[in-house]
């Protein structure tokens, strides 16, 4: 009886430390303008185009928050390069420019899931350079169940980096983590906001100012 108590101790524990951000980035709410490089967004507004694209310059790319509710599908879709016509919505780390940067993304299809990928193509900028190239997914080494997302919930998605290692959070509790390739470590650029086919309202975005840095809106950001 005593190692039986024992181990629903420990397994109780042990699912308290799963779902505890021990590894995050002190964040922000980002009040300033968004620097959009596709579509439109602005903190408070509704996202109605099928492709946005945003970043906060001045901020850390190390560790980002999105606080949304879902709408559903935008009026239109539109294809991403690859081709495919994907529908969600997510974070983007260390967004150098258009063709290097870490991409976290709450997907709809073919289920609900999250999807860590490095975008890397070294010596390119914009997407004219590098297109839909350069894509690797990241597997994690653990990941949780994501929540089917239905018009009118309402969701945060939070991710940080720490080294190589990368955890991301739904809701508050950690529902993937995993280690980034060793292209993202010469990354260095803001965190953003990506969506493709969805609606939804933008709550608020959260981010780390960096003192000193470029907050320059630049087009080069526009993956």
């Not at 709408?71 to 983007?92: M, N, V």
């Not at 809701?171 to 260095?188: H, I, N, Q, T, Y």
């Amino acid at each position: 009886m005593r190692y039986a108590a024992l181990a629903v101790l420990l397994a109780a524990c042990g699912s308290k430390l799963e779902a505890s951000p021990e590894r995050t980035v002190k964040l922000v709410p980002i009040t300033d303008t968004l620097c959009v490089t596709k579509g439109s967004a602005r903190v408070g507004t509704t996202i109605n185009e099928p492709t946005m694209r945003a970043v906060a310059p001045g901020t850390s790319g190390d560790g980002a928050s999105l606080d949304f509710t879902y709408r559903g599908d935008t009026a239109s879709s539109r294809e991403l390069a690859s081709g495919s016509a994907r529908r969600q919505l997510g974070l983007k780390l260390r967004a150098q420019n258009g063709c290097n940067l870490v991409y976290v993304m709450w997907r709809l299809d073919p289920k609900p899931m999250l999807e860590v990928s490095v975008k890397s193509n070294p010596g390119m900028v914009t997407h004219a350079d590098c297109g839909a190239d350069g894509y690797e997914k990241v597997k994690p080494t653990k990941s949780w169940r994501v929540p089917v997302l239905a018009d009118g919930d309402r969701h945060t998605l939070r991710a940080a980096i720490a080294g190589d290692d990368l955890t991301a959070w739904i809701d508050e509790k950690v529902a993937w983590r995993g280690k980034l390739p060793a292209a993202a470590r010469s990354f260095a650029g803001p965190s953003g906001i990506r969506s493709d086919n969805l609606r939804f309202d933008l709550h608020g975005f959260s981010a780390s100012p960096v003192l000193g840095a470029d907050a320059t809106c630049r087009k080069e950001h526009g993956d």
